[in-house]
């Protein structure tokens, strides 16, 4: 069996007539390239294996691509994703979700949200009112 033989029986059902319309010599360079680029990155992940390294889903490894923090790579019409970088951005441990607000960042929200406020919130106590009403009356059943 060829190398050439041997990565065309590697590719998947979908992607095998993409890969018949590439001549060999043009396969022969893209199997080439995935493989420097594998040395490079130390291994290629699908997105699905990228999810599962990440614990996050699918659709989130497609949106890290789209920002740049994962570096997209297209071979023999598949998508893959650098093990190094899912390797760095496991170990950075992030959490989900936003970022805790500092002091000042806290203090603009209260004041945005306050000037929304509308007559009918500040009739009913503003926009705390309504969680301020919850509180005593569980306060109240306590007693």
Same mark, same amino acid.
């Given at each position: 069996?060829?190398?050439?033989?041997?990565?065309?029986?590697?590719?998947?059902?979908?992607?095998? $007539?993409?890969? /018949?319309?590439?001549?060999?010599?043009?396969?022969?360079?893209?199997?080439?390239?995935?493989?420097?680029?594998?040395?490079?990155?130390?291994?290629?992940?699908?997105?699905?294996?990228?999810?599962?390294? &990440?614990?996050?889903? $699918?659709?989130?490894?497609?949106? &890290?691509?789209? &920002?740049?923090?994962?570096?997209?790579?297209?071979?023999?019409? /598949?998508?893959?994703?650098?093990?190094?970088?899912?390797?760095?951005?496991?170990?950075?441990?992030?959490?989900?979700?936003?970022?805790?607000?500092?002091?000042?960042?806290?203090?603009?929200?209260?004041?945005?949200?306050?000037?929304?406020?509308?007559?009918?919130? &500040?009739?009913?106590?503003?926009?705390?009112?309504?969680?301020?009403?919850?509180?005593?009356?569980?306060?109240?059943? /306590?007693?």
């Amino acid at each position: 069996m060829t190398s050439t033989a041997t990565a065309f029986a590697a590719i998947p059902g979908g992607e095998k $007539t993409h890969a /018949r319309k590439m001549t060999k010599a043009q396969l022969k360079r893209e199997v080439e390239a995935m493989s420097e680029a594998m040395v490079e990155q130390q291994g290629l992940l699908n997105h699905a294996q990228a999810a599962i390294l &990440l614990e996050v889903s $699918t659709r989130r490894v497609s949106e &890290l691509v789209e &920002l740049g923090k994962l570096t997209r790579f297209d071979f023999l019409g /598949r998508t893959y994703v650098s093990m190094r970088e899912v390797k760095e951005r496991r170990e950075q441990d992030l959490k989900p979700g936003r970022p805790p607000r500092n002091i000042p960042q806290q203090t603009m929200v209260g004041v945005k949200a306050a000037l929304k406020t509308d007559s009918g919130q &500040l009739r009913q106590g503003g926009y705390t009112g309504y969680a301020a009403e919850q509180k005593a009356k569980k306060l109240a059943k /306590r007693k």
